[in-house]
């Protein structure tokens, strides 16, 4: 049984940590680079780098900033935010990264997905949906959540791995911020409908619910921020918590 993955995800902007991070032993809570080295020797299975600035030199600075990252931790990473081309891809991928994680982009050009999985493999290629239930319906969103589409979460799932996606981090927005849990349910349609990985995102509060994202929600692998950056709960106590459950995981 493959295990399941725990991983952090650190919003970026400007090469900074941005959203509150609690890590009084950090010199510096803004910098990506010692918060990834923490993690990492926390036992996460994986960690996020989400780049939220939206400035042109953003592909030198973010290729700089994967290539100090991956010095420094010897768990998988990836990196997504901006990345529009293959050749984005190439450069993120030769700084260090092991996936890059496309949204927007897919959405506009999903040929993208092809492109970069027919060129460096599957493996690289994370596709990252937001979505939200507009009158019972899942609906697709782009732009950090900000631009409603008509496209069903589901379908464009479907597609996605089709097109040769790796994996797929679905954000529930309806459940985003609220600590209230995952959401399981479409978290199952997905697993159930899909045969490549899920990657669950949106609402983790508590120790419950990764449980019930993992067996409830079918997850492969939950996603989180501020619970862990504000030390509400610690990597170690979590895996051994859901050891304890039964779930299979990396301690």
Known sequence: ??????IPCLDIKNGRTVKGINFVELRDAGDPIELAKIYAENYA????FLDISATEERRKTLAQLVEDIAKH?????????????????????KSGADK???????????????????RFGSQCVVVAIDAKQI???WK??????????ELDLFEWAKKVQELGAGE?????MDNDGTKKGFANEALARLSHELHIPIIASGGAGTIQHFEDTFKLGKADAALAA?????????????????KSKGIAIRI
């Open 73 to 93: 931790i010897n768990i998988p990473f990836t990196v997504g935010g901006g990345i529009a081309s293959v050749e984005d891809v190439a450069l993120l991928l």
């Open 140 to 149: 697709v969103h782009l732009v950090g959540g900000k631009q409603p589409t």
């Open 1 to 6: 049984m493959l295990t399941k993955r725990i």
């Open 226 to 242: 501020s619970v862990f950056h504000f030390k509400e709960i610690e990597i170690p106590d979590l895996k051994q918590e859901l």
């Open 100 to 118: 890059v994680s496309i949204n927007s982009a897919a959405v506009k050009n999903p040929q993208l997905i092809s492109e970069i999985a027919k």
């Open 45 to 48: 299975d994986e960690l996020v």
């Open 168 to 172: 797929i981090l679905f954000t529930s």
């Open 135 to 137: 009158n019972g319906l």
